[in-house]
């Protein structure tokens, strides 16, 4: 595979932290392809999340968990192509992590090298995970974590369900949030939980914790790109819109059949050596 092309990126974790000690909110938006990476790159977004969510918004998979190591780094490569200069965070799929520290390391080495990402993003915070944070960290890769609903658990959740909300939960979330932060992660994402969670943990660590469904109170925020931008049939509760990509697609894609099927298109400008 051709190595993707990166410049130093402008933020670095350090600088994050940093951020966070200020109290300057840090913006977080996923990206998928190069199309998307140019969007982003002409914004004052702070940085990207190649999500497995691509699994969902790209692929049209029902879940993340038939997202591939191989659709990861492609899908990686291609943002970084777009956002040579944007600190990029790539998501280890479902089972590139979970058998051992070996494999996880290996992976994580395969989105930084091949997939030219900075850091890499894995989910949950059970001792087998804090092992696996502790291996990669070990390696050089910087590690952000996932905490709360995590999509990876949707067969143990039972479903999309909001995470945290029994005070068992709630303790047994922040002491994992607290490990991973003890394990060397520099990054915490938070999805699906109370707000008060979210704020709590967000209070109690040092390390940037960027909030997805988790209340106004995290450093940072991140959305799905699809999601923000409208693309999405049935956004979850904790998604802005704040465009309306589908429907203006659908109708530009409808003038263009349009235009065909009565002649206006092509036009006199569309064509080579028009015939008079
Ligand atoms: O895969 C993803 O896009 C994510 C975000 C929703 C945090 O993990």
């Known amino acids: 595979m051709a190595t993707a092309k990166r410049t130093e990126p402008a933020l670095r974790p350090q600088t994050m932290a940093a951020m966070k000690a200020k109290g300057s909110k840090l913006v977080m938006i996923t990206a998928y392809d190069y199309a998307s990476a140019r969007c982003v790159v002409a914004t004052s977004v702070d940085l990207i999340l190649v999500g497995d969510s691509l699994g969902m918004v790209v692929l049209g998979y029902p879940d993340t968990l038939k997202v591939t190591m191989g659709d990861m780094i ?30 996880a390391k290996a992976n994580a080495a395969r989105l930084i090298v091949d997939g030219a990402a900075d850091a890499v993003k894995l989910e949950g915070g059970g001792d087998s995970r804090l092992e696996v944070i ?8 910087p590690v952000c974590a996932h905490l709360g609903l995590t999509p ?23 002491s994992q949030a607290l490990a991973i932060q003890e394990a060397g992660a520099f990054m915490l994402v938070v999805e699906g939980i109370p707000e008060q969670l979210g704020k709590e943990i967000s209070a109690s660590l040092h390390i940037p914790v960027i909030g997805i469904g988790a209340g106004r109170f995290t450093d940072g925020q991140v959305l799905v790109f699809h999601d923000l931008l409208g693309m999405t049939p049935q956004p979850a509760k904790f998604v802005q819109t704040y465009a309306t ?10 003038r263009y059949a349009t235009e065909v099927r009565t002649g206006a298109f092509p036009s006199v400008r569309n064509i080579y050596y028009p015939i008079n």
């Open 74 to 103: 492609s899908h990686c490569a291609a943002v970084r192509r777009g956002a040579p200069d944007k600190y990029i965070i790539a998501d280890m799929p479902y089972m590139s992590y979970h058998l051992d520290t070996c494999q």
């Open 134 to 141: 502790r291996a990669i960290v070990d390696c050089e890769i």
């Open 152 to 174: 990876q658990s949707i067969h143990r959740f039972g479903g999309y369900k909001v995470q945290g909300k029994t005070p068992g939960d709630h303790t047994r979330l922040l």
């Open 245 to 254: 990509i589908h429907d203006q697609s659908v109708s530009a894609i409808e």
